[in-house]
């Protein structure tokens, strides 16, 4: 059974940090897409970011890009967000996922397997 388990989450004021992991086990990801969603409150699930299995590429929402990162460590099978310079609007529950992703590494459709999520939390 896949699980995907993140952690990281918490409260940080604006302007702050945090860094989030999604540690996967269960399978071998070889050529598997990682992705990061998130969950406003009374808003609907949205893309992040997104890499590639090698790494090579990268893809973030206009929102985050240049403030938050995505990495990958594929001997550990888990994959990182740093995301700096937090503004209230970056409040979410943060939502991990794994799947082929084929183009569409910005689509929910795109992934197969969902972590529980983990809340971030930032005040003004």
């Known amino acids: 059974q896949v699980q995907l388990v993140e952690s990281g989450g918490g409260l940080v004021q604006a302007g702050g940090s945090l860094r989030l992991s999604c540690a996967a086990s269960g399978r071998t990801f070889s050529g598997v897409f990682m992705g990061w969603f998130r969950q406003a409150p009374g808003k609907e699930r949205e893309f992040v970011a997104a890499i590639s299995w090698s790494g090579g590429s990268t893809y973030y929402a206009d929102s985050v890009k240049g403030r938050f990162t995505i990495s990958r460590d594929n001997a550990k099978n888990t994959v990182y967000l740093q995301m700096n310079s937090l503004k209230p609007e970056d409040t979410a529950v943060y939502y991990c996922?794994?799947?082929?992703?084929?183009?569409?590494?910005?689509?929910?459709?795109?992934?197969?397997?969902w972590g529980q999520g983990t809340q971030v939390t930032v005040s003004s």
């Open positions: 996922a794994a799947g082929p992703a084929g183009r569409l590494e910005r689509h929910e459709e795109g992934y197969d397997y």
